[in-house]
Every structure is written in structure tokens, then in C-alpha cells.
């Protein structure tokens, strides 16, 4: 069965660094686009980035552009989220999503992990 995984979500620092990882089954190695949305509780799901099927291309939400950089290893099937200079705003549950030609909607992608938690302290 298809499947997107994320990993390496945690506790970290205000100001520290954590990189996220989305692993695709091997059914859902096609080199389409890969975005990263999160989501608090009651708030509705953000954009935070995407990046285009050869990773040429990517685009960044406002709020988190020069702090996190997306790219992306299609012979692993992997898509990374660096995240630096991280603020207590970016608490939240981070989701990886697989579509076809990308973009900064939810409605853009078809496909969805389960996510990841990050908390960032005070």
C-alpha cells in the first residue's frame, strides 16, 4: 500500500534546529511534487513549503523563508525539511504531502502522511 512517513519531530529549543524526514513507499517513487504543510490544534493547515519533481524549484511560505529549506532524494525516496532558527510559532503537527504538479494549497496534493509533532520551547 502507498505510504508517506515523517520523521524526526521532537522537543527543541527556541532558536535550534531539526530536520524532518518523509519516506515514500516504493509504489509512491515517482519524481512528483513534495510539499510540507503543518497544522496547530484549531488552526487551520499551513503551508510551509514545496518543492517541484527534480527539485529545481521551491517555494517557501513567509514565515518560515530563509529558516527552512526543503530538498529532496529521489533515488531514496526521501523528501527533507531543515528547519533553523526555529520560534515557538512553528509548534505544530508537520505533514508531508505527495502531489502532481505542486503548489501552496492542500487541495493541490493527493497523497498524506500521518506527521510529525515539533515543539519548540521557550
Known amino acids: 500500500q502507498a505510504q508517506l512517513a515523517e520523521s524526526g519531530g521532537g522537543l527543541v529549543q527556541a532558536g535550534g534546529s531539526l530536520r524532518l524526514t518523509c519516506a515514500a513507499s516504493a509504489e509512491m517513487r515517482i519524481p512528483y511534487a513534495m510539499g510540507w504543510f503543518r497544522q496547530a490544534p484549531g488552526e487551520e493547515r499551513e503551508f510551509v513549503a514545496w518543492?517541484?519533481?527534480?527539485?529545481?524549484?521551491?517555494t517557501y511560505a513567509d514565515s518560515v523563508l530563509g529558516r527552512f529549506a526543503i530538498s529532496r532524494d529521489n533515488g531514496k525516496g526521501t523528501v527533507d525539511l531543515d528547519m533553523s532558527h526555529l520560534k515557538s510559532e512553528d509548534t505544530a503537527t508537520y505533514y508531508c504531502?505527495?502531489?502532481?504538479?505542486?503548489?501552496?494549497?492542500?487541495?493541490?496534493?493527493?497523497?498524506w502522511g500521518q506527521g510529525t509533532q515539533v515543539t519548540v520551547s521557550s
Open positions: 518543492i517541484n519533481f527534480d527539485g529545481s524549484r521551491t
Open positions: 504531502a505527495h502531489g502532481d504538479i505542486g503548489g501552496s494549497r492542500p487541495l493541490d496534493y493527493a497523497y
